[in-house]
C-alpha cells in the first residue's frame, strides 16, 4: 500500500515538473500574446536572465562555509558537463557561431573550474590544525 501510494506520488510529481517546464518554454510567447505584442519575447527572456543573475548573486554568497565546499564540489562536476559538451561543439560543429561560442564556454568553464579548485582548497585549508 505505502509504494503504491509512494508510486502515486512521484508520478503526480513527475506530472506537474513536466506542466512546469511546458509552461516555462512558452511563457515568452504568451506574454507577447497576452499584451498584443508588446512585450518582445527577447525582451522577457533577456528579463529572465537578469533575475536569474541576481538570484544565483544572492544564492551563493548565503551559503555558510560549512557547505560552500560541497557546492563547489557539485558546481564542478556540472561544468565537466559543460566541459564535454563545449568539446564537442569546438570539434564537430560545421558551424562557426557554435565553434566560436563552444570555444568561449570551453574557455570559461576552465576558469570556472579552476577558480573551483583553488575555493575548496582554500576552505580545506581552514580546517587544517595551525603549527605553533
Not at 24 to 52: C, K, M, N, Q, W
Not at 74 to 100: D, E, P, R
Request: proline share 3%; glycine share 8%.
Amino acid at each position: 500500500m505505502a509504494n503504491e501510494a509512494l508510486n502515486n506520488a512521484l508520478e503526480q510529481l513527475d506530472q506537474a515538473v513536466n506542466a512546469v517546464v511546458a509552461a516555462a518554454a512558452h511563457a515568452p510567447e504568451a506574454a507577447s500574446v497576452a499584451t498584443g505584442g508588446a512585450i518582445d519575447p527577447f525582451v522577457f527572456r533577456l528579463a529572465i536572465f537578469v533575475l536569474s543573475i541576481f538570484v544565483g548573486y544572492y544564492v551563493v554568497w548565503s551559503v555558510t562555509p560549512a557547505l560552500h565546499t560541497p557546492l563547489m564540489a557539485v558546481t564542478n562536476a556540472i561544468s565537466s558537463v559543460i566541459v564535454v559538451g563545449a568539446l564537442l561543439a569546438v570539434g564537430i560543429s560545421a558551424s562557426g557561431y557554435a565553434t566560436g561560442f563552444g570555444f568561449i564556454a570551453l574557455v570559461l568553464v576552465s576558469v570556472n573550474i579552476f577558480g573551483g579548485f583553488l575555493v575548496t582548497s582554500r576552505m580545506l585549508a581552514m580546517y587544517k590544525r595551525k603549527d605553533r
